[in-house]
């Protein structure tokens, strides 16, 4: 044992010797007070608040998305551009406001996305398992609905003239997506077809039928989740002779074919994969339904980038027609399959996703102007992945930690989830993870506890905010405050009075264009 740890501690040594373990300029303590320096300088501007109206808002949900993924999906971005990745900036690490979301449900301290979903979208935290409802609803129960629902920003946006988005990675009936528009007692009644018959006839409603009917004008709406519009058995369109993707729904209702009905003489489009997708001039798109899987989209690292559109290029189309309204829009964009990532206990898979959605954070960014366009980036919870053990400067995120076990002798990985699938035993004893590969994508990292599903983290997640108002969001908060900024800032829903013209407020329209356009600038080049 004891030639063991010598022959490690001795690699580590030729390691540090052979090849510095970081950039020569750190040396250098002026490198440090000079980057400290401009840091300083630019928050200093920041005591001149944006105060002005947001015309446009958008909400960035990663589900799933605690303080360690997103320090590992830093570190990710940067290491596939080939940087160390320790000094990377996510662009939602440039937004010049952080503050803490406390995520419980009212009965949860642990909480799931639906529960979460309903506090950040609807302004009511609320049972876990339960959309649009308030705390007063028990989850299962379809006779304590009615009286109970909650509306959301989504809606409130509607009423006020804007137009409205969602896009998500997941279905566009589970959890998250759900609460913009839904009222159930259950989430997971994504069709009749999983409903129990008392339900049914009590007349709750399925969470798909509730998507085109509860709010029946959304402008965009792209995602997965096709079989859960068709009848039961209607072979899917892309993969007819795979059945388990045929349609689930009892009642014989074609969700898609209404909607199309609905808007054929309203430029309204329904699309199901990336190349009908780009093929569309949104100027000449008022309503579109993307639907691009049965069921959930796949995940980034197994996506055809042929057939089927990255979140990126989802959010790219959505803002070029939502943005042609004068009064602006909202729109929600949630990374849905970091959440399943995490429970599958494939951190590769969901931190790829992570940087995913970094990306279209950033391609919202071009499209619109700090000065018209508040910009949320939050998640519904956290899980209980991390990573650590002394790992050097530049180590692979999905690497080892640079030591073995003191305890079983064995190397360990940096990345490790505190229960879940990852859990192996073999003749009795911890799995040597160098036996397998665990730099592949599907690799299940190590579990303290054996699951079959790893579970929710229940610390504070991180709020990103800039844009108008977005200092609003500071401090240590509960989760359900978030819309209420947002409806303040954008002055939707029960947050008017400011707005008024003697409110002090500047109007947009009595800022010139020239200075929005040297904001936007400012705001890209710092």
Known sequence: MKVAVLFVLGCLVWRGMAKPGFPEQEKNP?????????TLKNALTLQDLNKNIAKNIILFLGDGMGVPTVTAARILKGQMSGLSGEETQLEMDKFPYVALSKTYNTNAQVPDSAGTATAYLCGVKANEGTVGVSAAAVRSQCNTTRGNEVTSILKWAKDAGKSVGIVTTTRVNHATPSAAYAHCVDRDWYSDAEMPAEALQSGCKDIARQ???NIPDIDVIMGGGRRNMYPRNTPDVEYPGDKKHNGTRKDGRNLVGEWIDRVKDKKGYYVWNKNDLLSLNPNNVDYLLGLFEPSDLTYELERNKETDPSLTEMVDVAIKILRKNERGFYLLVEGGRIDHGHHEGKAKQALHEAVEMDRAITRAGLL??????LTVVTADHSHVFNFGG???RGNSIFGLAPMLSDVDHKPFTSIL?????????????????STVDYEQKNYQAQAAVPLSMETHGGEDVAIFSKGPMAHLLHGVQEQHYIPHVMAYAACIGQNKDHCRTNSG???????????AL????KWLLC
């Open 30 to 38: 002026d490198f440090w007070k000079e980057w400290a320096q401009r």
């Open 211 to 213: 998507l085109f009917e």
């Open 368 to 373: 619109t102007s700090i000065y018209d366009t």
């Open 390 to 392: 002394y790992t050097l």
């Open 417 to 433: 989830y505190g229960n879940g699938p990852g859990f192996k035993m073999v003749n009795g004893a911890r799995e040597n993870v």
């Open 505 to 515: 407020s500047p109007s947009l329209s009595h800022i010139s264009p020239t200075l």
């Open 518 to 521: 040297l904001l936007t600038v």
